[in-house]
């Protein structure tokens, strides 16, 4: 019976030196890499797209965004629990910032029926442009309830009128031309950060269409001064 009893003692030490082991080789695996997101593909075209100018070019500067805004962190808020807290998902990020993924899909959208430049690419040298600016304010998923959320984006958005160095007789500069403020949400199919990332791409993508009516129509109004 002594025997037996220390087979047993020596078999329950052996189960208990094998689950600590399992349990360290576990606390040594690295943690799961977060899931990384961006707009997807975008509209595929069939065939090259047509550049010359059925609208006016339009120059694009870079897209400003706040500093929560700076990281890739895919962000929520509990509007019923505390709205002025920005937080993030832990496993999921953006492949960029998001104003450099909203800028990305502007020249996308916008260079569908227009040419559409950088600043910097010194194109327009010699005669005057229109410029877009973009600040980028919100973009981030709003949780109404715990099981009820939507993509929120908001921006304020400027059309600025370039003139080059002796154009006219003056000086470079230029000139405010309009500006509106945009806002626009999405509901979220899921409360999660895939049911976001997919609200947020919805919004941008609305948000980009009102956007591009609103430059048609500044346009419109100046051309027929």
């Known amino acids: 019976m002594l025997a037996a009893c220390a087979h047993s003692i020596r078999a329950g030490g052996l ?3 094998v689950l600590l082991g399992l349990s360290a080789c ?3 695996q690295a943690p799961a890499r977060p899931l990384v997101y961006d707009f997807g593909p975008g509209a ?5 797209t047509n550049r010359m100018a059925r609208l006016p070019t339009l120059s694009l500067a870079e897209v400003d965004a706040g500093a929560a805004l700076d990281g890739t962190a895919v962000l929520y808020r509990l509007a019923y629990a ?5 937080r993030p998902y832990a496993q999921a990020r953006w492949s960029m910032p998001p104003a450099q993924l909203l800028r990305q899909r502007l020249r996308e959208q916008l260079g569908q029926r227009r040419a559409v430049l950088n600043l910097s690419d010194g194109l327009l040298a010699g005669r005057a442009s229109l410029t877009l600016h973009v600040e980028l304010e919100e973009f981030s998923q709003l949780f109404e309830a715990a099981d009820r959320s939507s993509g929120l984006v908001r921006l ?3 059309l600025g009128h370039v003139r080059p160095e002796g154009a006219g007789g003056g000086p470079a500069g230029e000139r405010l031309v309009a500006q509106r403020s945009f806002v626009v949400q999405r509901p979220a199919a899921s409360a999660d950060a895939a049911g976001g990332v997919r609200a947020l791409t919805q919004a941008s993508d609305a948000l980009i269409e009102e956007l591009e009516q609103w ?4 346009q419109q109004a100046a051309a027929s001064r």
Do not use: H, K, Y
């Open 15 to 17: 189960f208990v030196f």
């Open 26 to 28: 576990s606390s040594l």
């Open 44 to 48: 595929v075209a069939t065939e090259p």
């Open 82 to 86: 505390d709205g002025q807290q920005l």
């Open 156 to 158: 304020r958005a400027t």
């Open 215 to 218: 430059i048609a129509q500044v």
